[in-house]
């Protein structure tokens, strides 16, 4: 059984930054595709960033270069640096191993951003 832990979401204003980061116990990111979504209220679950374990990254288009992925294998953790966040990036975000199917989602993180 995967278990993904999220972190880091909370309360920030436009313009601001924040980092998410998803703990995962082992070494399994170390040889996976792991991904950031967001749901925001109403909507559907929607891609954000994938890094796969060569460390190539992917982004929605629609962010504008404003988050970056990351992987520290050391520490189990893949990180969402957010920085000029906008309140349209209000959202829950999971941290997923497409690998696990339904079985590899986090809880996920909220995330506020107010205008």
């Known amino acids: 059984q995967v278990q993904l832990v999220e972190s880091g979401g909370g309360l920030v204003q436009a313009g601001g930054s924040l980092r998410l980061s998803c703990y995962a116990s082992?070494?399994?990111?170390?040889?996976?595709?792991v991904g950031w979504y967001r749901q925001a209220p109403g909507k559907e679950r929607e891609l954000v960033a994938q890094?796969?374990?060569?460390?190539?990254?992917f982004y929605a288009y629609s962010l504008e270069g404003r988050f970056t992925i990351s992987r520290d294998n050391a520490k189990n953790t893949v990180y969402l640096q957010m920085n000029r966040l906008k309140p349209e990036d209000t959202a829950v975000y999971y941290c997923?191993?497409?690998?696990?199917?339904?079985?590899?989602w986090g809880q996920g993180t909220q995330v506020t951003v107010s205008s």
């Open positions: 890094i796969t374990s060569g460390g190539s990254t």
């Open positions: 082992g070494s399994i990111f170390r040889s996976n595709v």
């Open positions: 997923t191993l497409p690998r696990y199917g339904q079985n590899g």
